[in-house]
């Protein structure tokens, strides 16, 4: 086993480094999935940049709700980027070596982003709320003041509310292992290398997990279960189909997102030893969203679809010329 250790004052080896493995149980041919991975992510960079410009050129989508969708690329962007250079770093060049505190700022950008992609569903669930439940109120309370103030109000909050997660793991007593079957610095697996009690960690990461996503995941179901009844009560039935499709993408999304983050939960909850299927869960969460938000959204809004086609006829006019 390769350890990398420095001896402290009081003699005790201490660890300089973690060692990040890959996925567990298949060590021997798990380069081979760094190409599906990294098709994934610079097709999720490509679709959000895409959507980015598209959003910026088109006027017609200069409304909140692309708005939002904006600022989730953004947060997708960061997910994705977090963790993919270095896990391709790790099956392309055996990278697999990580300093503790590139390994804490990771988990700290993890938890931010994943934080963040949850409160920004928040806001487009409120978005959509308003848009079908009060359509005469929307465009005075849905403006862009109120999406400045909603998107600086996440990113302070994940920003601050997650801090206790890297610090706790950083005061963790790493004397032995080093390394980590894993692709990345989560909290469950640098933890499960420390010598002393991980359960503080793991009982701080649910309890922000089910305070911050557990709240957000609640006023979405609330929000969405305030829109189906307004649905309910209208007469048109070609009006209700049409309210209810401006929200299926975004219900897509969510039940996506939400079913990972409760299966990852369950497995810090149940301390279960790092294994194949949650690990790929992990590092999946981390880059489906990413690259499915956009295509979802562009298959489902032919407002988006007609902007990517724009820009895409002027990006291959440009090239011919």
């Known amino acids: 086993m390769s350890v990398s250790l420095k001896v402290s004052n009081s003699s005790k080896f201490q660890v300089s480094e973690f060692i990040l493995l890959g996925f567990p149980g298949i060590h021997s041919w798990q380069h081979w999935l760094s190409l599906p991975l990294a098709l994934l992510y610079f097709s999720a960079i490509g679709a959000n940049v895409l959507i980015l410009i598209t959003i910026s050129q ?60 949850s409160g920004i569903f928040l806001c487009m669930a409120f978005d959509r709320y308003m848009a079908i439940c009060h359509p005469l109120r929307y465009p005075s309370i849905v403006t862009n003041s ?20 890297p610090v706790l793991a950083a005061q963790r007593d790493y004397c032995s292992k080093n390394e980590i079957e894993h692709c990345l610095c989560s909290n469950l697996g ?23 996503m557990g709240s957000d995941l609640s006023l979405i179901m609330l929000s969405y279960i305030l829109i189906l009844h307004s649905v309910l009560r209208l007469n048109s039935a070609e009006a209700a189909a049409k309210a209810l499709s401006t929200c299926s993408s975004h219900l897509i999304l969510i039940l996506f997102f939400y079913t990972v983050v409760v299966v990852i939960s369950v497995t810090h909850l149940a301390e279960m030893k790092a294994t194949l299927i949650p690990v790929l869960l ?21 407002e988006l679809k007609a902007g990517f086609q724009k820009v895409l006829f002027a990006l291959t006019k440009e090239i011919k010329h």
């Open 190 to 212: 640098v933890t499960s290398l420390a010598c002393d009690d991980r359960r503080p960690n793991s009982i701080c990461q649910l309890v922000l997990a089910w305070l911050g």
């Open 282 to 302: 992990n590092v999946l969460h981390n880059i489906i969203p990413p690259f499915l938000n956009p295509i979802v959204y562009a298959l489902r809004t032919k």
């Open 58 to 117: 088109d006027h017609s989508l200069q409304q909140p709700m692309y708005t939002f969708l904006g600022i989730l690329s953004v947060v997708d962007m960061g997910l994705a980027t977090t963790i993919m250079p270095k896990i391709l770093a790790i099956f392309w060049l055996e990278a697999k070596v990580i300093s503790l505190p590139e390994c804490f700022a990771q988990m700290y950008a993890i938890h931010c982003f994943v934080g963040m992609e």
């Open 146 to 165: 109120l999406i400045l103030k909603a998107t600086l109000f996440m990113v302070l909050r994940n920003g601050m509310f997650v801090i206790p997660v």
